[in-house]
């Protein structure tokens, strides 16, 4: 059974950086496309950043420059590395694997001074 878990958020000033970690389980990161969602209040779910199994990346260009997605494969753990965030960047992020559509449960980002 694959489970993801999300960790890493937090409350952060403007222009500051926060890691995000989405530990997996059940799967082997370095096979699967692995994508980064956020979603904020009363807003749909939004893709920010992908990784292939290629390791090619993609981003959202609200993102871009940003944010930088990687993985560490011994370690079976997906990253986000988010700097010069904006009060923008505030949602709740999830960690989504392909194929299978699995989702962890969330770690909430505030940007707020």
């Known amino acids: 059974q694959v489970q993801l878990v999300e960790s890493g958020g937090g409350l952060v000033q403007p222009g500051g950086s926060l890691r995000l970690s989405c530990a997996a389980s059940?799967?082997?990161?370095?096979?699967?496309?692995m994508r980064w969602y956020r979603q904020a209040p009363g807003r749909q779910r939004e893709l920010v950043a992908t990784i292939g199994s290629n390791d090619r990346t993609n981003y959202a260009d609200s993102v871009k420059g940003r944010f930088t997605i990687s993985r560490d494969n011994n370690k079976n753990t997906l990253y986000l590395q988010m700097n010069s965030l904006k009060p923008e960047d505030t949602a709740v992020y999830y960690c989504?694997?392909?194929?299978?559509?699995?989702w962890g449960q969330g770690t909430q980002v505030t940007v707020s001074s």
């Open positions: 059940g799967i082997r990161l370095s096979i699967y496309a």
């Open positions: 989504n694997s392909q194929p299978g559509d699995s």
